[in-house]
């Protein structure tokens, strides 16, 4: 299988919805106490405050697996940073199961870290789920270390 990696505009991200959606499902259906919170997740709703980060202060990475022909091609993957200041975010990234362990997040997370350092970020930081032990090891082994716990208390 090739995969190859480009960069997308903001215009164009709808084309990672399906793999957002895939993603939005795990979480509610492993959230042992937020599931339902993944629930009311909408695409479009999650994408728009982007739109108030300049073209200089984001980048979209997409993993497409290439078939046979150049034409069959699709999205395995994805991840979104920002830029506000001289910190870095990384918003989301996600790796179509089937498609993981043939290290397509590690190549899209050198390629975020790499252009949040030559656009001087001092910090990078991104928010994981806790029960998302795998991701959280993931990150971990990229440099990143736990700093603070969000508590929720859902009120019935």
């Known amino acids: 299988m090739k995969v190859t990696y480009r960069d997308i505009s903001l215009k164009e991200v709808a084309i990672i919805k399906e793999v957002w959606e895939k993603n939005r499902l795990f979480h509610e259906?492993?959230?042992q106490f937020f599931g339902h919170l993944y629930h009311s997740l909408i695409f479009e709703e999650r994408m728009a405050p982007f739109e108030a980060f300049g073209e200089d202060q984001m980048k979209i990475t997409i993993a497409e697996a290439v078939g046979e022909e150049e034409s069959q091609q699709q999205v395995i993957g994805y991840c979104l940073s920002t830029i506000d200041g001289h910190e870095g975010q990384m918003q989301t990234l996600h790796v179509l199961?089937?498609?993981r362990g043939k290290e397509?997040?590690?190549e899209l997370m050198q390629?975020?870290?790499?252009w949040l350092k030559d656009h001087k970020c001092?910090?990078?930081s991104l928010v994981v789920s806790q029960e998302n032990e795998k991701a959280i090891r993931f990150y971990e082994n990229h440099g990143f270390q736990k700093n603070t716990i969000e508590m929720?208390?859902?009120q019935s």
């Open 122 to 124: 001092e910090a990078v």
């Open 111 to 114: 390629r975020h870290l790499e």
């Open 97 to 99: 199961e089937e498609f």
């Open 104 to 106: 397509i997040g590690k």
């Open 29 to 31: 259906a492993t959230s």
């Open 152 to 154: 929720r208390l859902i």
